[in-house]
């Protein structure tokens, strides 16, 4: 069977298991041996708003989601508003029967901008504002419809059963839309039982209830719609490859590379990192004692920093992680971690701002915040990882950086990441390193200086409770024990002590974690974090067509490496900037470095993730049109 | 090895104002440390933004001058990390329950193992002398362009509804007393307040040596005897919660916020509350991870031979498809 390329879609309040579903929808399919890329969208909001959840299934690696929907499944009718002309022709939709007449005024979820927007779509499409309005569109467009009553379903599993309270359950309706899904794809049901059992693992009871009705609700799908031409059977499965979340990959490579303290604030998206690190918090060590990540939960931004920086002099390995609007409160803080050469990794899960923004939506607006962050001028590094597997090994990279050089880090990730679910090749731990630079266990004379002048320009450290070890720290100007001074020849010293760090950075950081590149072109493209996963798959669809397009991914973002993108750059002839904000930050990067423009821009300020279709699109505009200086890519509900 | 008083001192040029109430404080500090014979490398000093906030390069332990407010998330975090060492907190009123005030309240919820000492001088000292949150409504101190027009925070009232286990008032011309606080305070098992009235000569003209003293400027002789200062311990007054029961607990709450209203002709001083029946912090940790005491942050093994030594692979096998 070749060339299973679909993209699957659940939508529904939140609440209302739309993530559960996904959930098992990735693992059935991860397990019988596709690759999955799965995307959540949420409102900021507990109850009621929209969600939806969108899960690509293939049988080759892909990154990224693309904008077409092949099978939906709508228990609400909001789904079908919002999304219904996703999806393509000879595509299907499994949507609950009962909904069909509810009008666009009935729910009162959907927004005015929206519904106008809408009403304006179907007044030219001449249907009414109804479920079956929309449906008859799509059907006309060459979607098959498949409704099914689901109360009904439940109605005849509570009498198969002889069990009456079943027919209330609409809290199954997710686990029933999956098992319709899955019996309309003709996938084998072994793999749905299994997922569910792991997925409702613990509570016994209602991973059984769920398997009846999920065998229920497959048999109906398999007996009743027979025929649809798109079919996931079971393939050969990949050995050591993981379904995993988001915040996983910084999440384990905290606890690979030895963080043990963390402290964190909560906020979207970045505290489902922290929480998933208490949830472990006992860690197991080889050939030692249970060791354990200590993770506070702290009464703003400004105290988790403090803590972090705190705890990092005592020589622990600490991080806090956060986004824009808890980075804004660090800033002072990070400067007094870089003019006393502490090293903390701060992982900043961005998401739209400015201010609280879209809280819940992503965007990739905090590069030039995280690189000027701080008042006055010290080193630190911004590093930016492009996807969930990647931000694994550069957490531990991150934690190595910050030791060896002892600077602030600020590791760049995204809501996008964050909310994505994907199969990759299992962690390997046994590739990474731990360096910890010029930590100092032991200190014999008691001539110790903090901040002693090296050739490197770099002290050797001590930390809290080392004999021989007493340092001062101060967010002032300090000679070399750390006490302050205004001496203006000190001051130049240290300045220049502090500052040569930068040089070191570029110097020492093995080139291909600086910048890595999938070769250059005539057209090339530019770009950081998590729009790797988008363009790479762009790239592939391009190729198919004998169109080369090249990619560098900039990972280290400041200090700039300006001379080894510059050499990238060399024989290219048409730069195209990607990126998620309005501005094109990386862009304005490349100029104030190397002094070159950006030939095309491709942005995208929506709070939704690029797919792969819209800069496959917006390449080929740009082919077609040079003056198409700018594309802006709105794609997504 | 048996330390001397002059082993917490630096060399380090003191250049708070002749006078100011400061340097009691710092010698009641060392005397502490001294006296509890705390090895030097195992005590850090961190402070705040201030005059009060230079303390820590003025004795001879590591110490962290931190940020404006933000002295108690530094020295909780290095003490969570490193439950062995002796840690001091120390900063301005201003920095405390000004700008810090939300630290001080978040603080007093967790009670991690450390001493919290404010250097209550009612005034910005290092900023020329504006309005600190000690300050009374409707005075003016002399580099106030107009009186006071906020109402003050009262520190040991607060520090008591917030959970701070052991509240206590000194006073920076006794240094003795102060030096006794001081130690109480670093053995008390939690988080220790001490508020601790300090005269600044330079900016608050109300609040002075001989305000305390409750004696006219000229009259030296009488300076020794703080006046308006009593002792709570001279009073029988048993601060104190003895027995893990609620009413007990709710009245050596309310007899300490009552005694910290006291001001004016008689200010206490000493200690005004203190339980060691509600856990600290280390201990709450150590109940969710057990090894915690003996295996903290900064005692672990985290790698060997530069290879990480985690073991995440049971993590890892549930995420396999
Ligand atoms: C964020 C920030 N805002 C303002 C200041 C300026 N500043 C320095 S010291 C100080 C007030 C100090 O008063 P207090 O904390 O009572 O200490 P004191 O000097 O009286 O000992 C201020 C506002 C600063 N350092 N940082
Ligand atoms: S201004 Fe006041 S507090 Fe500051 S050093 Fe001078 S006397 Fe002390
Ligand atoms: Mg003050």
Redesign the pocket.
Known sequence: MANVDISWQIGGPQGSGVETAANIFSRVCARAGYQVFGKREFYSNIKGEHSYFTVRVSDKKIHSNVNDVTVMVAFDAETIFRHADELVSGGAIIYDSDIENIETKDVHTLDAYFRSRLHKYLDTKKKNYTVSGLLDLIKENGVNLYPVSFRGILDGLAKDTNNPKLKGMIRMFNVLGVSISLGLLHMSSKQLFESIELIFGKKQKIAEINKQLANYAYNYATAKFPNFKHSLAEISKQSDTILIQGHQGTAFGKMICGCRFQAYYPITPASDESVFLESHEILEINEDRPGSTVVIQTEDEISAIGMTIGSALTGTRSSTSTSGPGFSLMS?SLGWAGINEVPVVITLYQRSGPSTGLPTRHGQEDLMFAINAGHGEFPKIVYASGDIEESFYDTSKCFNFSDIFQVPVIHMMDKFLASSVVTCKRLDPTKLKIERGKLLDKIDTNDYKRFAHTEDGISPRSKLGLENGIFWNTGDESDEFGHITEDPVVRLQMMDKRLSRFSQILKDIPKEDQVVSSGTQEYTIVSWGSTKGPILDAIDMLKKENINVGFLQIKLLYPFPTDLVKSFLKNVKTIIDIEANATGQLGLLLKQNLGREIDHHVLKYTGRAMTCTEIYDSIKKILANKEQKKVILTHGA | MVLKLSDYKTEVHNDWCPGCG?FGIVNAIQMALAEMNIPKHKAAIFS??????KTSHFINTYGVHT???RVLTFAQGAKIANPEMTIVAA??????L??GAGHFVAAGRRNVDLTYII?D?G?????KG?A?PTLKLGEKTKSLPTPNTNYNVNPIGLAVASGFTFVARGYSYDVRHLKDLIIAAINHKGLAFLDVL?P?PTYNDINTRDWYAGTEPTDDSAIQTHARLYKLEDTGYDPVVHYSEEAELNEKLSQALIKSLEWGDKIPLGIFYKNEIITEYGRRLADKIPNYLENPPVMQKISSNGKPITDISKLLDSLQV
């Open positions: 002072e | 400061d705040g933004i201030g005059c009060s906030g940020l404006h407010g900063g301005g009123d201003g920095d405390g000004g700008i250097f001088n005034v910005y000292g290092l900023t504006q600190s300090q600044c």
